[in-house]
């Protein structure tokens, strides 16, 4: 069955540190990608998606490229700011072509940046 | 627009008893999925209605049952409750692939 495999956390970083969470996935077929992110006490909220190979889903600067060759999908960003404290979630969607499909999550990524 | 909305925000059951959790999908929405995340298992798909029926199901127990309206609104109905049911309970709507998440129901089993 499809699966999410995301880097473990906890990470802490300073203010404008460079920020990478990595997400590899197996999936059959052309699955669609998003990563998610969950703010204390809140659910989530779509932070960014893509479709298809190659096509890059940017937010907030945040950004994710869908490597179909290496079947992952990282979470970037360039300079962390205090309020980019949550937890972040890969996840997959085992259809791209309409057609609701359930989500598959990988684990989170509780991601701390210190001023 | 007024996104997906879930209520009770919070519930507070005891062991054998049970739950009802309702949610409200984006308006046009016809796809509603239910979530669990409990501590230390992440995310896991519970139920997905659509059109009024039942499309899929989770590697959950049969207490775990629920119903979709002709308004596209959901409930959520967990029987013989268990101390790990304890969790919050995510409701997502969507009308394609892309899913919208309400703000959960916390549930807690004592």
């Known amino acids: 069955g499809n699966s999410v495999t995301q880097m473990e956390g906890p990470v802490t970083l300073s203010e404008e540190a460079f920020l990478t969470i990595n997400c590899t996935y197996t999936a059959t077929g052309y699955p669609s990608l998003f990563w998610y992110v969950q703010y204390p006490g809140e659910g989530l909220q779509l932070l960014l998606k893509a479709t298809k190979a190659d096509d890059k889903g940017s937010n907030k600067g945040f950004e994710a490229t869908y490597r179909k060759e290496t079947t992952s999908f990282h979470l970037e960003k360039g300079s962390v700011q205090v309020s980019d404290s949550a937890v972040y979630f890969c996840?997959?969607?085992?259809?791209?072509?309409?057609?609701?499909?359930?989500?598959?999550f990988g684990k989170g990524t509780k991601l701390t940046v210190n001023p | 627009e007024a996104g997906v909305t879930q209520s009770p925000t919070h519930l507070i059951k005891t062991r054998g008893q049970q739950a009802t959790l309702r949610c409200s999908p984006i308006s046009g929405h016809t796809s509603v999925y239910w979530y669990q995340q409990a501590l230390g298992l992440g995310l896991q798909f519970l139920l997905w209605y659509d059109e009024g029926e039942e499309r899929n199901r989770g590697n959950f127990p049969p207490r775990f049952s629920g119903r979709q309206f002709p308004n596209y609104s959901s409930e959520l109905n967990v029987n013989a409750l268990e101390l790990e049911d304890s969790a919050l309970y995510l409701c997502?709507?969507?009308?394609?692939?892309?899913?919208?998440f309400g703000p959960g129901t916390r549930l807690t089993v004592l």
């Open positions: 997502a709507s969507s009308l394609g692939y892309e899913q919208f």
């Open positions: 996840a997959l969607s085992g259809s791209s072509q309409g057609g609701s499909e359930k989500l598959v």
